[in-house]
């Protein structure tokens, strides 16, 4: 089933004090903290990912270079894995 | 002794929101166990899974670290994931999924151990405690999740007396997600 659910920028919050569960408004600055939350995450991500990519240029490179150095692939292998 | 969990409250999502807190943690223990079970729902978002974002005390500084240590894995093979990050203004729930059905079926699941949460175990003015969560997420739909652990951190001399779950932005928390907090008085 798939439904479309406005969604609201609220929060649901318990107070142990009270017991009493309410839904709140989000604040216009709480709003933009959900919007920075995931910028900052998407950029995470990205740096993480472009890290990853470097990782692997520089393994196939250092390949490379060992296989010029006259190494056979087996030893490559154990070598780097 | 063993140490009995003394339920101290819970919230639960009714499918129209995005985050879930809990908030006048009594100070009255030792140590907090947080649980956590929900999914995402959203009809226009194009990935399986998304961020989820834990936070305490509201705090939107830059008090917050955390280390994921995951594997995922899948019918075709498997991974190992890992993560650093510090001067973070929340602590990354990884792999949270997401689906268009309200009736969803697969759940991200954690468990947070905090101890020293007031943080009355301190003798210097730095009272930065870290705490260990294990998570787990499925997409048995594509027969294929992750499970982990992560080390968070929250560096502010604050005990803690909230703790929020939140999704992603234009995602909200499927109907009956929950969070939940559980004390525990050391004898």
């Not at chain 1, 017991?19 to 998407?42: C, R, W």
């Not at chain 2, 190992?80 to 602590?91: L, M």
């Amino acid at each position: 089933m798939s439904e479309n659910i406005e969604m609201s920028y609220t929060r649901i919050e318990y107070d142990c004090s009270t017991g009493i569960q309410t839904t709140i408004d989000l604040t216009a600055e709480e709003i933009e903290q959900v919007k920075a939350d995931q910028a900052a995450s998407e950029l995470r991500a990205a740096a993480e990912e472009a890290a990853a990519i470097k990782a692997a240029d520089d393994v196939a490179a250092g390949k490379a270079k060992l296989k010029e150095l006259g190494l056979t692939d087996d030893q490559i292998a154990a070598l780097v894995g | 002794m063993a140490a009995t969990y003394d339920f101290l409250g819970e919230t639960v999502a009714d499918g129209t929101s995005g985050t879930l807190s809990i908030a006048s943690i009594p100070q009255t223990h030792n140590d907090l166990v947080v649980f956590f079970e929900g999914w995402g729902v959203s009809s226009s978002f194009g990935y399986k899974v998304a961020n989820g974002y834990l936070r305490f005390n509201g705090d939107t500084g830059s008090n917050a670290v955390y280390s994921s240590n995951m594997k995922a894995i899948g019918f075709n093979g498997h991974a190992q994931i890992s993560s650093w990050v510090h001067n973070s203004s929340y602590c990354w729930l990884p792999f949270v999924p997401i689906d268009a059905s309200t009736n969803y079926y697969d759940r991200y699941y954690f468990q947070l151990d905090i101890n020293n949460y007031r943080k009355l175990l301190f003798t210097s003015t730095e009272k930065r405690i870290n705490m260990l969560s294990k998570f787990a997420s499925a997409r048995g739909d594509y027969d294929n999740g992750i499970v982990g652990t992560a080390s968070y951190g929250y560096h502010d001399n604050a005990a803690i007396t909230s703790i929020s779950v939140q999704i992603q932005d234009n995602i909200y928390l499927g109907n009956g997600s929950k969070l939940q907090v559980y004390g525990i008085a050391n004898s």
